[in-house]
């Protein structure tokens, strides 16, 4: 599955806007906003979860982190984990750094911390550490239709 293909081709299907950047490899959020001269706060970063035994996607702002124990008392979870690289790789195919923010192109149900809207952009790489997606955050939410809470808090806390 060309996880890339597949997002070019819903934002395409939506008639959605978008800019699509090939660059050099990246894997962290500060990595991807320096190559994509963006603010680190503008990028839409995706945490594959397990929640009680189910792969999910967390999707907060590249300048903040999850709340995992925030996470778990809002959306009722009793066990929580980040998945591991192998479990990535098996959910998704995808290596570290490359997970969109798009769950629903490998049927995995994705959150969006509420942060995400204060931004009118957003930006994340598309299935591949080497090409990046910058678009509405407004047009992104609509085409995903994630759950929607406030679960994330400041990097370094």
Do not use: W
Not at 11 to 27: D, G
Request: net charge positive; aromatic share 6%; with cysteine.
């Amino acid at each position: 599955m060309d996880v890339v293909k597949k997002i070019i081709e819903e934002l395409e299907r939506n008639e959605i806007e978008y800019e699509k950047h090939k660059h050099a490899p990246v894997i962290t959020s500060s990595e991807a906003a320096k190559i994509r001269k963006t603010k680190l706060n503008m990028g839409a970063k995706a945490l594959l979860f397990i929640a009680d035994g189910i792969p999910i996607i967390l999707v907060v702002p590249g300048d903040r982190k999850a709340d995992t124990k925030k996470f778990k008392e809002v959306f009722s979870i009793k066990d929580l984990r980040m998945a591991t690289g192998e479990e990535l790789k098996e959910c998704t195919g995808l290596e570290k750094g490359a997970l969109p923010p798009i769950g629903s192109v490998f049927s995995i149900q994705s959150y969006f911390d509420n942060e995400l809207k204060k931004n009118d952009k957003v930006a994340f790489n598309a299935g591949s550490r080497s090409i990046s997606i910058v678009m509405s955050s407004k047009d992104l939410i609509e085409m995903e239709k994630p759950i929607l809470g406030s679960f994330s808090k400041p990097a370094g806390t």
